[in-house]
């Protein structure tokens, strides 16, 4: 069984930084890509950020782009997001997913359990 484990989160005021971490078990089912999503309350899972180990290339939705920073470690399993200047709207829970190949961008894969993101105004 694979497991996408998470860490960090929690409640910030706005303006303020978070950093996730996310290990993977087993590294094949993220041995294309690892990201990260976040699904709102009342809406659905949305994509944040991606890097494909290949090339260390990033990837990021619009509304964290400049905010957000992707890095990590293949040879560890290992991805992380560097969350500045949050805003309210970036409250969510945010979900780790690992791929083997395709659109790092789709929400396919395997995910990790879960953390909640709360950003104050």
């Known amino acids: 069984q694979v497991h996408l484990v998470q860490s960090g989160g929690g409640l910030v005021q706005a303006g303020g930084s978070l950093r996730l971490s996310c290990v993977a078990s087993v590294g094949t089912v993220t041995s294309f890509s690892m990201g990260w999503f976040r699904r709102a309350p009342g809406k659905g899972r949305e994509f944040v950020a991606a890097?494909?180990?290949?090339?260390?290339?990033?990837d990021y939705a619009d509304s964290v782009k400049g905010r957000f920073t992707i890095s990590g470690d293949k040879a560890k399993n290992t991805v992380f997001l560097q969350m500045n200047s949050l805003k309210p709207e970036d409250t969510a829970v945010y979900y780790c997913n690992g791929k083997k190949g395709g659109d790092p961008r789709a929400t396919f894969g395997s995910w990790g359990q879960g953390t909640q993101v709360t950003v104050s105004s």
């Open positions: 890097i494909i180990w290949s090339t260390n290339y990033t």
